[in-house]
């Protein structure tokens, strides 16, 4: 199982930015994906989920609205548009693949190495 | 949303010796189903969370035996039964009975 995050970088308040998470050595569609972040120095923090079909999304609420979690099944790949950046929304963002375990789903097996995004003047 | 709550937030451990941490939630993490939807991640330095325990007391897969996890409802305990070198590093709780999933805030585990 790999999970390869792309697409952070510096942005301005304000402004969009779209993430990429390439995923490999499993079947992609049959797991939910999620995104989660760490900012500098502090905590982890879940951000979305999204399920199998990619109809079924979860954000966290201070990220509702202006972020949106999709995924290409056909190219195994998982998104994270973001828009209306802050500065608080400055992080290392994880891309992990949730964990299906006795006919339910919860929590993250398998990780990325994250992608930076800062947003600052 | 579901507050988790652990501590200490900094534990300096022998090597050789036992360590815990606890976990509090502000809900029971009890589902209908029976599973208690808890998890606990390990973060080295400079890399990303791994997967310890999930379901409050099953190890995930490589993860050595001396790591326990015990607990129902509300308290939840990680136990190393002796600690090594190797496991230094931040240790969070997490929930995933309900979104938002919520992690605790860290415990920072150090060699003496």
Not at chain 1, 66 to 72: I, L, M, Q
Request: hydrophobic fraction near 35%; proline fraction near 4%; aromatic fraction near 10%.
């Amino acid at each position: 199982v790999q999970l390869v995050e792309s697409g952070g970088r510096l942005v301005q308040p304000g402004g969009s930015l779209r993430l990429s998470c390439a995923a490999s050595g499993f079947t992609f569609d049959n797991y939910w994906m999620s995104w989660i972040r760490q900012a500098p120095g502090k905590g982890l923090e879940w951000v979305a989920n999204i399920r199998q079909d990619g109809i079924g999304r979860y954000h966290l609420d201070s990220v509702q609205g202006r972020f949106g979690v999709s995924r290409d099944n056909t190219k195994n790949l998982l998104f994270l548009q973001m828009n209306s950046l802050r500065v608080e929304d400055t992080a290392v963002y994880y891309c992990a693949r949730i964990h299906h375990v006795d006919f339910t789903d919860e929590g993250f097996d398998y990780w990325g190495r994250g992608t930076l995004v800062t947003v600052s003047s | 949303d579901i507050v988790m709550t652990q501590s200490p937030r900094s534990l300096p451990v022998t090597p050789g010796e036992p360590a815990s941490i606890s976990c509090r939630s502000s809900q029971s993490l009890l589902a209908s189903n029976g599973n208690i939807y808890l998890d606990w991640y390990v973060q080295k330095s400079g890399r990303s969370p791994q997967l310890l325990i999930y379901l409050a007391s099953n190890r995930a897969s490589g993860v050595p035996d001396r790591f326990s996890g015990s607990g129902s409802g509300t308290d939840f305990t990680l136990r190393i039964s002796r600690v090594e070198a190797e496991d230094v590093g931040v240790y969070y709780c997490m929930q995933a009975l309900r979104t938002p999933w919520t992690f605790g805030q860290g415990t920072k585990v150090e060699i003496k």
